[in-house]
Nanobody
Framework: QVHLVESGGGLVQPGGSLRLSCTASAGSLFSMNSWAWYRQATGKEREWVARITAGGITDYAAQMKDRFTVSSDDSNTAYQQMDDLKAEDTAVYYC???????????????WGKGTLVTVSS
């Protein structure tokens, strides 16, 4: 069974920073093909924020490009550093991981349950 668990959300003042983490676990050997972060504000559609491939190639939504930084490490964890946070960044942030078990050729997408980020003074 695959689990993706986000952490690091919380309350921060405008202009502040937070670092989100997302850790994948499963009952068998696996590797991560890619990670992506999404967010969903109250009353809005879920939107894509950023992604990173296993090779370290990153891509960002335009409004986050200069403030957010995604990374990952060998411990099956992805990170999203968020700087200069604004009130409009308030949302539940979700992690999506494309995971490939060692016994198969292709990966599948799995989602975490989200972590709430609130930007407010």
């Amino acid at each position: 069974q695959v689990h993706l668990v986000e952490s690091g959300g919380g309350l921060v003042q405008p202009g502040g920073s937070l670092r989100l983490s997302c850790t994948a676990s499963a009952g068998s050997l696996f590797s991560m093909n890619s990670w992506a972060w999404y967010r969903q504000a109250t009353g809005k559609e879920r939107e894509w924020v950023a992604r990173i491939t296993a090779g370290g190639i990153t891509d960002y939504a335009a409004q986050m490009k200069d403030r957010f930084t995604v990374s990952s490490d060998d411990s099956n964890t992805a990170y999203q550093q968020m700087d200069d946070l604004k009130a409009e960044d308030t949302a539940v942030y979700y992690c999506r991981g494309n995971l490939r078990f060692d016994t198969v050729l292709s990966g599948e997408d799995y989602w975490g349950k989200g972590t709430l980020v609130t930007v407010s003074s």
